[in-house]
């Protein structure tokens, strides 16, 4: 068989659904040609390979390449100085109505030109590389403006040109109330409805449309135009529910087929329900229940007798997860969440690309999937999501290079 490069003696966590756990293979081998994978399984049953490279892995553990589903790495500015607030008890809420929170990192958004905000998202971006990463989703939301959330989703769109990694767009502009808006919350939903969704569209800057579903953000009403407008043009919609409170945000994203709804530490048995007969994914951040000191975890045992498929991420943002690692995001999401080994890594690859709906492109080492891979020097899968402040990657692959 011709190829353009095979890894060998190589054991593999292919995280396939048709195989059970990780998906383990020992002495196995991988191939690709032109960017995809052509062959993966045991030595002993491949065909005899004909390739331009022969990489020996020397018995190292090869992975699909990691998956963040839910970052906002482009925004202006920091938030530590509410760090501090919160260290002085401060709430999340009340930072927010103080016009600190999101709003303070719009200000930091709008000032800042296309190339400082892409400037500053590439070391947030190389840190995910360098850790495995090859596919990571990008929201806007913190220019709130026609003007800014284009500026910022274009932004995204640059950093998948100038590093060699996948880059899903989200429009996130229902994230929170502009100053020009206050006390105008419909007002704000008729720009983002009438003028931003058909301008994003029509300029091809998104891959999704989400919202932010919350006491602070805006209700399931406004959010369905939100998602009404989304699916006028033909965009996908994802969710940040009932992170603060239940607001049955869960349940609108079910039944507008949402790709995933995230956060959920509020979420009840029919947001569950509805989550599950959907086939929307939960994506749960830990990062920011760490970083804002929440007490009430996601419904994890419930999501799992539902059969709800569980993905991980960072939630990278200035002002609840400044988090640029999803290796401590797997070992948070095991110690306080309570997930498996297996979910943790099911979560940042094969359910992540669920999230994103690129589950028939990536997430899984299966033939026909891009040729993906985090290769790494540990002696059993659980090093992942056991260590903290360890990074054991030896090799990251992406489209085959």
Known sequence: MLCDRVWRNARLATLAADRPGLGTINGGI????????????????????????????????????????????????????????????????????????????????????????????????????????????VKSGYGLSLQHELKSLRAARRLGEARRVTVTTTFLGAHALPAEFAGDPDGYID?????????????????????????????????????????????PVKLHAEQLSN???????????????????????????????????????????????????????????????????TDCNPGTSPLTSLLLAMNMGATLFR???????????REAAKALGRAGDTGALEAGKRCDLAIWDIERPAELVYRMGFNPLHARVWRGL
């Open 30 to 137: 991988l191939a690709c040609s032109e960017g995809r994978i052509v062959y993966v399984g045991e030595a002993a049953d491949a065909p005899t390979f004909e390739a331009a490279e022969s990489v020996d892995c020397e018995g190292r553990w090869i992975t699909p390449g990691l998956i963040d589903p839910h970052t906002h790495l482009v925004f202006g500015g920091d938030r530590a100085h509410e760090f501090e607030l919160r260290l002085g008890h401060a709430t999340y809420e009340e930072i927010a109505r103080s016009g600190g929170g999101i709003i303070s990192t719009m200000t930091a958004t709008r000032a800042a030109g296309e190339d400082e905000l892409v400037a500053q998202a590439l070391p947030r971006l190389d840190a995910l590389i360098a850790e495995g990463v090859t596919t990571v989703e």
């Open 339 to 349: 997930l498996t080994v297996e979910e943790c890594l099911a979560g940042v690859t």
């Open 247 to 313: 607001l049955s945000g869960a349940v609108l994203a079910a039944e507008f087929g949402a790709l995933s709804a995230d956060h959920l530490e509020h979420l009840d048995a029919a947001g569950i329900a509805a989550m599950a007969k959907a086939g929307v994914v939960a994506t749960l951040l830990p990062g920011a229940f760490y970083f804002v000191r929440e007490t009430r975890a996601p419904p994890v045992q419930a999501l799992r007798d539902a059969g709800v498929a569980i993905a991980l991420a």
């Open 191 to 235: 720009l983002v409805c009438r003028e931003m969704i058909p301008a994003v569209a029509a300029e091809g800057l998104a891959d999704a449309v989400d919202a932010f579903c919350e006491g602070i953000g805006f209700t399931p009403a406004q959010i369905r135009r939100v998602f009404e407008a989304a699916r006028a043009h033909g965009l």
